[in-house]
């Protein structure tokens, strides 16, 4: 069974920092596999944030999170983390870490971790 536990997020204010950590487990990682984050607000659909593709490290973010995040995996461990600076209001969320197979498609899911900025 796929299970990919997350940790990090919390309260901060505006322009302040956190991170995000996500670790895989029951899961063989194929090539051209991605792991990153999704957010979803209170009633807004959910959103990709960042993804780094495996075994090559290519890094890939949405717009809105360009400069401020940073995203970064550990393949030996099967983790995935986010950096994000800068943080804005706009930026609270529950923060999904997430796998899609490139085998199939399938996209895995973490239960989220809530991040809360505030002005």
């Known amino acids: 069974q796929v299970q990919l536990e997350e940790s990090g997020g919390g309260s901060v204010q505006t322009g302040g920092s956190l991170g995000l950590s996500c670790r895989a487990s029951?899961?063989?990682?194929?090539?051209?596999?991605?792991m990153g984050w999704y957010r979803q607000a209170p009633g807004k659909q959910r959103e990709f944030v960042a993804l780094?593709?495996?075994?090559?490290?290519?890094?890939y973010y949405a717009n809105f999170v360009k400069g401020r995040f940073s995203i970064s995996r550990d393949n030996a461990n099967k983790a995935v983390f986010l950096q994000m600076n800068s943080l804005k209001p706009e930026d609270t969320a529950v923060y999904y870490c997430?796998?899609?197979?490139?085998?199939?498609?399938?996209?895995?899911w973490g239960q989220g971790t809530q991040v809360t900025v505030s002005s």
């Open positions: 997430n796998i899609r197979s490139a085998l199939n498609g399938t996209m895995y």
């Open positions: 029951g899961y063989t990682f194929n090539r051209n596999d991605n």
């Open positions: 780094v593709s495996w075994p090559v490290s290519n890094e």
